[in-house]
């Protein structure tokens, strides 16, 4: 039987078909994402205000923020926040994971109610929490006037305001996470766990030995994830202690933000946040680099 040659016009038209499709996203991430992204490196060499004529400064804009103890200050805050959010987050969100991949009851309404604070928006999070937390009108500090403790000073002491971002963080992000967790527990095979069970192997053993090795891609995905979310966090910050006291409480997108939008700097701002996106590029460099790719 003699096949049947299309035409060529209709080869290219079934060729082109699926960038038709994708055309809309493409143009939705060009303008979105690429061009503000190009305009940022752009204005971060620049003197400008946002509204009048920019001037080129060079890398004036890079000078002054590696040259001022203001950044540095900013900086360490923001890595301190970082360093103890990710494994709090990491650890949290594996032990939940573990607990309920368990056949127990109402396993999926935990579940749920774990999740849900996911789903809450930053700032409803930080108004709720500044509810909890607050001197005179919250929860916590009425109850402890109850039994005669004097209230505590959780969002104008500088210690306990960083204590309150870090607990706020836990609570509204160690479902998104667990998630994660959980469909990284469950693609293991149970034929593993079966021949250790076999050869005597412990709970302890087990988890180290099996579950961690084969959680590596997850493993290596939560703490990429949640490394940028505690670099970028604002919205939360800011509903619940407004950078403060004495900016104890700043962090790295915050002061872009004050920069930008409120000291109308907006070359410098864009050079933190090329700073800022040279930081997170390089620490995922380093985990890409530590972890193989994620790969086991």
Not at 5 to 16: M, V
Not at 87 to 103: C, D, N, W, Y
């Amino acid at each position: 039987m003699k096949r049947v040659q299309r035409p060529k016009s209709r080869q290219y038209g079934n060729a082109f078909t699926p960038y038709i499709f994708l055309l809309p996203n493409f143009l939705i991430f060009l303008m979105f994402i690429v061009i503000p992204a190009a305009s940022v490196f752009f204005y971060s060499f620049t003197d400008w205000d946002g509204l009048n004529k920019f001037k080129i400064v060079g890398l004036d804009n890079f000078k002054e923020i590696f040259t001022t103890s203001e950044f540095w200050d900013c900086l360490g805050r923001t890595v301190a926040y970082a360093v103890i959010t990710v494994p709090l987050l990491f650890t949290m969100s594996l032990l939940l994971a573990g607990f309920l991949i368990r056949e127990i009851k109402f396993k999926g309404i935990f579940r749920a109610i774990f999740y849900w604070p996911t789903m809450i928006s930053f700032v409803v999070v930080g108004v709720s929490w500044k509810w909890i937390l607050g001197y005179d009108f919250g929860i916590i500090n009425y109850l402890l006037t109850l039994i005669g403790h004097e209230p505590v000073k959780w969002l104008t002491d500088g210690f306990f305001a960083n204590v309150s971002v870090i607990v706020a963080t836990i609570w509204c992000r160690t479902g998104f996470y667990m998630v994660m967790f959980i469909a990284g527990l469950q693609s293991i095979p149970t034929s593993y766990y079966e021949a250790c069970d076999i050869d005597g192997a412990s709970p302890v053993q087990k988890f180290w030995h099996v579950t961690l090795p084969l959680l590596k891609p997850t493993s290596f995905l939560v703490l990429i994830l949640s490394m940028i979310d505690a670099f970028k966090s604002y919205a939360m910050v800011f509903s619940l202690t407004s950078g403060g006291p004495n900016k104890a409480t700043t962090y790295l997108v915050q002061s872009i933000y004050e920069y930008g939008f409120q000291k109308n700097q907006m070359g410098y701002a864009s050079a933190l946040s090329v700073v800022l996106f040279a930081i997170l590029c390089t620490l995922t460099l380093f985990q890409f680099k530590a972890n193989r790719g994620g790969e086991v």
